[in-house]
């Protein structure tokens, strides 16, 4: 398996997918940066929480997304473009063939692509993440605290694992149809599906199922309860809750809060661990994803027949 | 059997969606031969090929490769199997050397090993660098990438790719397809030197006049099943002295009995009944031991025929479509 990990590092790092990437990279540092010179004064963030803030504050007289929601966008597009031609492209260009009759066991194949992907993926966001705290501090001028460095660590984890979800699903992808553009439609499709339909779907059928016309302030909460229920199912939903948790420690739940408690609502931000313990669920969430992805591509694949057409 | 056997199969079937393109095949390759394993398109190799190599799951039947079973221990299989895939295709953007240590590390060869094998498998076909650069242009002074390569030097890459690991057997699938007669010559003559240095080699073709001249035994395949299997001096004595033998008996409601008694006979290889006549294959003239057990078991005999086949007969039959 190191020798397949070698290889795909060795050919990504040649490759000019991997320029673009690392373009990308650039771009959305610099995106972030000036979205958080634009708006991190207007946020008025209390002490402890403020560096965090460069991640988080979008622009206010010029609209500029955070970068926190810019990388929830384009991350599972990076983990796509790492996965979807996979396995297919190797079939089709007769590779697999010659690989599959080493001695090597067939989910190394798949676990040394994945394994390489992580790599990778680990690379761009901890670039962007080390390019944005180092100018950031020069820009803003305050260091982190421990707290900070801790939590942007567990961003950074919670977002490779969440491009590691997509590129899992795009390898599953790359397994299950032969041609490469298949594979890439069916993974983008699936993520315009979780980033954007979900949305509109969600309160639709909760409105359909929970009619709150009346305003009774129950059915009110049942229909939000509802919306959210289904909201979980989207892998891009839980990173987003979980993002936001972890980066703006403000947040103090991820339930409804009604309007007549706000007021009352503390302006102080959340421990590290009651922090933790509010998102575990949901990276609990995205690893078992994960996990099914790869349990059905090792089934596909251990059993899939290899002929070289 | 005296011969050690590098491939037993028995049984060998493969169906796709209901439709058998691998019909209960059994198939012996002696240790130290080339086997030519040839067929009309379609006739099923290719999937025999990859049933051997554990790339395809039989839905029936058992083989042995070097003693393992390919489908259980496919690794301890591959370990000292080559393959040279029908479209061999190769990381087009890595040179020829890069593409064959890919393949040493795969194997677990250590990187010094892995450099004096590349050497040698690649001096061995002829892809050696001046030999690169002469059929690639001077201009480039630096290792080339398989993507410029021509098919026929890809075709000799794919055998050094097979040969690096020194396997004790290796399968070839259609090696001679889309070459030149030159590029076809010299890459039988490679392939006929293995045995010598302990490689079985079993290779596919649908154009066996091509292949024949290396091939130590060969097995016939057509529709999924062996037609006709041995070694082929033998084969072609048999040819030359009248080959293998179809009869025809007319009798009367010839019954299970008689069939029975008939597919016993010593030589007989198959019997089917249509009305009243059964046809019986034989590999040698058997006339007169049919017809006695026809008489013996109170059938009349009306009428009996028999037709010679040679090894050409049965070329032409197959290979006709070609
Ligand atoms: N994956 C598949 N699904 C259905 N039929 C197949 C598949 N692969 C091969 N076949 C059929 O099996 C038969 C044998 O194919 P193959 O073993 O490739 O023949 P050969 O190598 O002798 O040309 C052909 O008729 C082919 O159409
Ligand atoms: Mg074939």
């Avoid at chain 1, 988080?56 to 983990?79: C, K, M, N, R």
């Amino acid at each position: 398996m190191v020798a397949i990990i070698r290889k795909e590092l060795a050919d990504y790092v040649t490759s000019i997918r991997f320029l673009g990437f690392m373009l990308l990279v650039t771009v959305l540092s610099i995106t972030g940066l000036m979205a958080a010179a634009q708006g991190i004064r207007a946020a008025n963030l209390p002490q402890g929480i403020v560096f965090l803030g460069l991640f988080t504050t979008a622009g206010v007289q010029v609209p500029i997304p955070s970068l926190s929601y810019l990388v929830s966008l384009l991350v599972p597009l990076i983990g796509i473009a790492l996965g979807f031609d996979a396995i297919n492209s190797e079939r089709s260009s007769g590779t697999l063939s010659r690989v599959l009759s080493q001695p090597i066991y067939r989910d190394s194949v798949i676990n040394g692509k994945f394994l390489a992907g992580v790599v990778i993926l680990s690379i761009m966001v901890g670039t962007m993440l080390l390019l944005v705290s180092g100018y950031g501090m020069r820009m803003i001028g305050v260091p982190p605290t421990h707290e900070e460095v801790i939590r942007l660590f567990l961003y950074f984890v919670v977002t490779i694992f969440y491009g590691a979800f997509w590129m899992g699903l795009a390898i599953l992808f790359s397994i299950l149809f032969r041609r490469v553009a298949a594979s890439l439609l069916f993974s983008l499709a699936l993520w315009l599906f979780f980033s954007i339909f979900i949305m509109l779907i969600a309160p639709a059928i909760a409105n359909a199922l929970v009619p709150t016309a009346e305003g009774v302030q129950a059915e009110v909460v049942r229909n939000y309860e509802l919306q959210r229920t289904i909201l979980l199912f989207s892998p891009n939903y839980l990173f987003q809750e979980a993002t936001t948790v972890i980066l703006v420690p403000l947040v103090r739940t991820l339930g409804m809060v009604t309007s007549s408690i706000q007021p009352y609502w503390l302006r102080n931000p959340l421990s590290l661990g009651q922090s933790i313990l509010v998102v575990w669920p949901h990276i609990t969430g995205l690893i078992s994803l994960s996990a099914v992805c790869f349990a059905v591509s090792y089934i596909l694949f251990m059993r899939q027949e290899i002929r070289a057409t | 059997m005296s011969e050690t056997l590098a491939i037993s199969a028995q049984g060998l079937t493969k169906r796709y969606d209901g439709v058998t393109v691998v019909d209960h095949l059994n198939l012996q390759v002696k240790a130290n031969e080339v086997f030519g394993l040839l067929g009309p398109n379609g006739a099923g190799k290719t999937t025999t090929i990859l049933m051997m190599l554990g790339l395809t799951e039989p839905a029936e039947g058992s083989v042995s490769v070097l003693g393992f079973s390919p489908t259980r221990e496919p690794l301890k299989v591959k370990r000292q199997v080559g393959y040279l895939p029908e479209r061999v295709g190769f990381y087009e953007n890595m040179t020829a050397r890069e593409n064959l240590r890919f393949i040493a590390d795969l194997n677990g060869i250590s990187y010094n090993e892995a450099n004096q094998r590349t050497d040698e498998v690649l001096k061995m076909v002829g892809l050696t660098e001046s030999e690169i650069m002469e059929a690639l242009g001077p201009k480039r002074k630096i290792e080339k990438t398989v993507g410029k390569f021509s098919r026929g030097m890809k075709q000799r890459l794919g055998i050094a790719e097979v040969l690096i690991k020194r396997p004790r057997l290796v399968f070839l699938d259609e090696p001679t397809a889309g070459l030149d007669p030159k590029g076809i010559n010299q890459l039988l003559d490679l392939i006929a030197a293995l045995p010598k240095a302990g490689t079985t080699v079993v290779l596919s073709s649908h154009q066996l006049y091509q292949v024949q001249r290396v091939c130590h035994s060969i097995g016939i395949l057509a529709k999924g099943k062996m037609v006709i299997q041995g070694a082929i001096d033998k084969l072609g004595r048999e040819a030359l002295a009248g080959g293998r033998f179809q009869i025809e008996v007319e009798t009367e409601n010839p019954g299970e009995k008689l069939i029975k008694v008939i597919r016993g006979l010593k030589g007989v290889l198959g019997v089917e009944a249509k009305g009243n006549v059964l046809s019986i294959s034989t590999e040698a003239d058997l006339r007169r031991q049919v017809s006695k057990a026809v008489v013996e078991n109170n059938y009349p005999l009306i009428q009996m025929k028999i037709q010679e086949f040679s090894l050409d007969d049965i070329y032409m039959k197959y290979f006709r479509e070609e």
